[in-house]
């Protein structure tokens, strides 16, 4: 009977020791090729949820997308993936407070600052009104300011002459405000950007930043490129984990992830595209791209196409009870405050 006892115990002791040492591997989807900066950020952050998680969390890559960029979040939903990234602008009718920074004028040139400020103010009004359905949203967090560049060479300088172009936009806001301008205008995933200015489809693009520019080879056919002070819009990104997955982590576990993604993961990338922002941007320079200032012009009229957008991004947060032009009024402070205070550390 003793017997029994000591080897039930042993027993539960080992199952005890087995579980507490479990490891759960999250398989991480990342759209991008292997040589866009977000590769290296994440495996960074898939080390410090292990390093944290005292090796019970590991975070693999699969070698490809497990889906296209706009169809991440459905792909974990469904398993294909336990976790990923995906760009905001394929969030806006189940997730639209995640739309307030890329609505027009917001984003001032510092990622970092754009992302601690988006994820600030999101969780004070939004996390709990949006549909993550199936997935558990760990955070957010902001690529940089995007641009407006040229193919042909044709003058980009107001929106008549925007008007004669055909032009490809990053789906979402970029799209929204163009379109708002009578502007010709394509769309779909930045990492199809080459293929449509290689074969001469359309005569400009806008919506994508330096990084994409470079990484996603649209570099060789670019004339130049429009550089704003405040960007006409700019791209976001969840970073979420499926539901399913997210049960079984204890709550310790749990934790790791969220301390580890939220703030942590929007300053981590913010500092990152910063970084990749200038090195491409300066690389586009030495390969002959031109970079240019808005004319007076221009920037009359895409503030006045902007002014429908913004309207439309208060009204898709209309039934959430929120005071959506207090809300954009107050993240933009935050972001010209953030981004004037990484200005005094730099």
């Known amino acids: 009977m003793k017997l029994r006892r000591l080897l039930a115990a042993v027993g539960t002791t080992l199952v005890m020791a087995t579980a507490a040492t479990a490891e759960t591997v999250i398989t991480y ?6 040589t866009h900066f ?42 294909a993936a336990d976790a990923g990234y995906m760009a905001n602008v394929f969030a806006q009718k189940f997730a639209p407070g995640t739309g307030m920074t890329m609505t027009p004028w917001m984003h001032r040139g510092d990622a970092e600052a754009a992302g601690v400020a988006l994820w600030e103010v999101y969780q004070e009004h939004f996390i709990d009104k949006d549909n993550w359905k199936g997935v558990e949203l760990l955070g957010l967090f902001h690529f940089a300011n995007a641009n407006m560049c040229s193919v042909d060479g044709a003058p980009l300088d107001s929106v008549a002459a925007l008007q004669e172009r055909k032009v490809w936009a990053l789906p979402g806001t970029t799209a929204a405000l163009l379109k708002a301008l009578d502007i010709s205008v394509s769309s779909g995933p930045a990492v199809q950007i080459q293929e449509l200015v290689s074969r001469n489809v359309v005569d400009a693009y806008a919506g994508i930043t330096y990084d994409a520019i470079d990484k996603f080879g649209a570099g060789p056919y ?28 204890s ?14 993961l929007a300053r981590m990338m913010g500092r990152a595209i910063n970084a990749a922002q200038a090195a491409s941007k300066a690389k586009l320079r030495e390969s002959g791209v031109d970079i240019q200032t808005p004319t007076p012009e221009l920037l009359a009229g895409l503030k006045e196409g902007s002014k429908p957008v913004i309207a439309t991004w208060i009204a898709s947060v ?6 959506g032009m207090a809300i954009l009024e107050q993240v933009r402070a935050r972001i010209v405050e953030l981004t004037d205070a990484n200005a005094g550390t730099n």
Do not use: M
């Open 29 to 34: 989807n990342n759209f991008t090729p292997p």
């Open 222 to 249: 670019t004339k130049y490129c429009i550089d704003f002070e405040a960007a006409p819009t700019s791209t976001n990104f969840s970073h979420f984990i499926s539901s399913r997955v997210w049960k079984r982590l």
């Open 318 to 323: 209309g039934d959430y009870d929120v005071d």
């Open 38 to 79: 977000s590769w290296e950020v994440l495996r960074d952050w898939a080390a410090q949820v292990e390093e944290k998680s005292e090796g019970r969390i590991r975070i693999e890559f699969p070698a490809k997308s497990v889906a296209p960029p706009p169809k991440v979040l459905d792909a974990v939903r469904k398993g």
């Open 251 to 264: 709550p310790q576990d749990q934790q790791v992830l969220r301390d580890l993604s939220g703030e942590h």
